[in-house]
């Protein structure tokens, strides 16, 4: 009976001593309201696939794309660089960059759709060091078309958004394009 009782001593003594091993790793939640900054952004990224310096370029395809003639056949990945311009011209100030990746992910050229994995990065001005992430399906074909963005760093360090894309600039022959981006950004 001893016995017993000093085990019951010892587990109420282990259990105390518990809460306070592992209580100063706690802390109380709280709701901090915070005030959101809203930035428009208006720029043209030059994607050029290309001469003797592309700014996108194939990585992977599928096997099954042979018969195909588009200049990005379905199923083909892209890595991009592509620059960031105050304008459409192809000397128009640069601004920054995107990178990250697109995959070509319509099997019907006539629909032609990419889905993106960018980051808009800003190397001029006041956004310098910043950049916005975008993830979203694109239908390049559509006029106007829309896409999500899912983050940031720098000064939109927890962005989210959307940005409006439109076709400045088509080769149908070899997929160089100017795409204008009308950005709105919630930070």
């Not at 043209?44 to 290309?50: E, P, R, S, Y």
């Not at 000064?155 to 088509?170: C, D, L, W």
Request: hydrophobic fraction near 40%; include cysteine; charged fraction near 20%.
């Amino acid at each position: 009976m001893a016995r017993m009782a000093a085990f019951v001593c010892a587990l109420i003594i282990c259990f105390a001593i518990v809460p306070a091993a592992y209580g100063e790793y706690y802390t109380k939640s709280r709701h901090v309201p915070r005030k959101e900054k809203v930035t428009r952004l208006h720029f043209f990224l030059h994607d050029i696939l290309t001469g003797k310096n592309p700014s996108a370029v194939k990585v992977a395809g599928s096997n099954r794309t042979e018969g195909d003639k588009s200049p990005t056949p379905f199923g083909s990945v892209y890595a991009i660089d592509d620059l960031l311009k105050a304008g459409p011209e192809p000397d128009s100030k640069t601004i920054g960059n995107a990178q990250g990746l697109y995959l070509s992910s319509s099997q019907d050229y006539s629909k032609f759709t990419i889905v993106m994995c960018v980051d808009f990065g800003f190397t001029e001005g006041k956004l310098k060091g910043s950049s916005f992430s975008v993830f979203s399906r694109n239908p390049v074909t559509e006029a106007d078309r829309e896409v999500a963005v899912v983050g940031g760093r720098g000064k939109f360090r927890m962005a989210r958004g959307f940005a409006k894309v439109k076709t400045s600039h088509f080769n149908a022959t070899n997929g160089d394009a100017v795409l204008e981006y009308k950005v709105t950004l919630i930070h």
